[in-house]
């Protein structure tokens, strides 16, 4: 494998054959919580990408200079100052988004997501290929969740994006599970379910 | 080079720069998280009193209580918070009575502020045609309909409907005497 393929494939490994939720199985929690309608998932996906890129360039910056023994704890104070940052910033400009995540969006701390890259890839790692690499799990993190999203607002309320999407007869009588934890267990099964069945010939 | 020193040395550096960042941030932002929380609350009560042009609060009662004000000063209604206990949890609801008597309207908190109701059933109680049934009415209207009042509960969700309805009616006895013309000076005051 040549240098720049590999590099590609440092960004699209994350998407679909390392995704993080559906093949890795990390950062769950927020991907069963936040998912009940086609913006809150896409908008915990976007502030959680920011969280990783952003702690894997960091980090991937300075890993030089910190100390192997306590790497740990630095990942955490480096981890935790973004999603302060994008805590204080839904909470000024996206006030409903925040509302709708709450307590979601300070969990991203605790999200393995954003520690495993940082510690797994943005340590050993340069500030480019890290960046790739924040990008692309980043991009399979949201598109799950974004997916995930549409299809159960779409069952759960008859809309997409807020916006009435079928007639009155569905949304009078709607899939109501899909908008609870069971159903978001249900749907990351099937998903789980189609991924292996489609990807058992390749190396996993 | 990788002393014991140079750990210490090297935390210290990050939470230095980490608290630097922050502040910098949170004091750019909070202007704007205050304003956002000042107008979301001023929306509502907006929403429910829509004749009065500016609003004062009311900060010697339990609950909160505002008094509202027309373009000339005067006085054209209150409104208050009460939170009566429903089948889930409190239920967060801000009304608003004009100096007739009359509710003017009434907010209830959405599910994402912390109401607890069950989805679909006793959560109606945000929707417009249980809401709007309130507005017009005085005291002795603000009962169901199954006990001897003007109001229609939710089909399968008589507790959340009545848990309303009766925390109006306190609410409106609680707060009522601050409806009358000179009750506010002593109050603001």
Known sequence: MNNKSSRLSYLTRGIILENPTLILMIGLCPTLATSITAKDGLGMGAAASFVIIGSNLVVSLLRKLIPTSIRIPIFIIIISTFVTIIDYVLQAYQPALYRVLGVFVPLIVVNCIVLGRVEAFAYKHGVFDSFLDGLGKSLGFTLVLGVMGIIREFFGAGTLFGKIATPVWFRQYPMLLMLFPPGAFLLIGIFKALINKFMKQESL | ?189
Not at chain 2, 73 to 86: L, M, T
Request: one cysteine or more; proline letters at 3%; aromatic letters at 8%.
């Open chain 2, 1 to 189: 080079m990788k002393s014991k020193f140079y750990m210490v040395f090297a935390l210290v550096v990050v939470c230095l720069i980490s608290a630097i960042a922050l502040s910098q941030v949170f004091s750019i932002t909070q202007i704007k998280i205050e304003k956002q929380k000042t107008e979301a609350v001023l929306a509502n009560l907006n929403r429910v009193l829509p004749s009065a042009f500016r609003f004062e609060e009311v900060t010697a009662v339990p609950q909160a209580l505002w008094i509202g004000f027309d373009q000339n000063g005067k006085k054209v209604g209150i409104v208050f918070k009460i939170a009566p206990r429903g089948y889930g949890g409190p239920i967060e609801t801000l009304v608003g009575i004009d100096t007739s008597q009359k509710i003017t309207g009434i907010h209830i908190a959405s599910a994402a502020e912390g109401l607890k109701e069950t989805p679909g059933l006793g959560l109606k109680v945000r929707d417009d045609w249980f809401r709007n049934q309130f507005i017009e009415k005085t005291k002795n209207d603000l009962k169901l309909k199954r006990d001897g009042g003007a109001i229609d509960a939710i089909t399968a969700a008589t507790i959340s409907s009545r848990t309303v309805t009766d925390g109006i009616k306190q609410g409106l006895e609680m707060y009522g005497k601050y409806l009358k013309a000179d009750s506010i000076q002593s109050q603001i005051e």
